[in-house]
T-cell receptor, first 114, second 113 residues
């Protein structure tokens, strides 16, 4: 398996624009996580899904952020409208099973909002 | 609520010296504990995890960690640092049956030749 695949790797956008980040989890994994990493706040869990259903979105910072998982092999994180403070590296991770198993991370999307 | 505290945001060691990265946890129930490593411009990779089977856990690349309940600690060690160990290391905690993992703020390890 190619691992967790995120696209794009880098995104530069203007304030106010819509941004969509994409993730393809490892085949067979039933959990998917979206994290945001910044220097100031470290690694924050935004939302996670189990079997395509959102389980906990308490980390989503504002209504400007939304995430979907239409099927087991694809998820999106959307920011609309984007703001400079959303600049960060966004990671997607996936895992299998409910017994606190290892999460496999993608390489991340570096988002810059100017 | 579960949390981890990593002491020291930056640690420098000489090549061949002992590596010790500190992590203390807080959890209302027996925790699951993890150490992840992040190389520049990469995602996180699991080094090792504690799941209550044995208090001394061995991971990849010669790293190990010891769970000490009395000290609520899960420090990461390696007897001899290698240049390739330079990276950022994250301690993390989750609770039995929950996939939600809380990460520490990370410790950047510098290895000096």
């Amino acid at each position: 398996d190619a691992g967790v695949i995120q696209s794009p790797r880098h995104e530069v956008t203007e304030m106010g624009q819509e941004v969509t980040l994409r993730c393809k989890p490892i085949s067979g994994h039933d959990y998917l996580f979206w994290y945001r990493q910044t220097m100031m706040r470290g690694l924050e869990l935004l939302i996670y899904f189990n079997n395509n259903v959102p389980i906990d979105d308490s980390g989503m910072p504002e209504d400007r952020f939304s995430a979907k998982m239409p099927n087991a092999s694809f998820s999106t994180l959307k920011i609309q409208p984007s703001e400079p403070r959303d600049s960060a590296v966004y990671f997607c991770a996936s895992s299998f099973g409910s017994s606190n198993t290892e999460a496999f991370f993608g390489q991340g999307t570096r988002l810059t909002v100017v | 609520a579960q949390s981890v505290t990593q002491l020291g945001s930056h640690v420098s060691v000489s090549e061949g010296a002992l590596v010790l990265l500190r992590c203390n946890y807080s959890s209302s129930v027996p925790p699951y504990l993890f150490w992840y490593v992040q190389y520049p411009n990469q995602g996180l990779q699991l080094l090792l995890k504690y799941t209550s089977a044995a208090t001394l856990v061995k991971g990849i690349n010669g790293f190990e960690a010891e769970f000490k309940k009395s000290e609520t600690s899960f420090h990461l060690t390696k007897p001899s640092a290698h240049m390739s160990d330079a990276a950022e290391y994250f301690c993390a905690v989750s609770e039995l049956g929950y996939q939600k993992v809380t990460f520490g703020t990370g410790t950047k390890l510098q290895v000096i030749p």
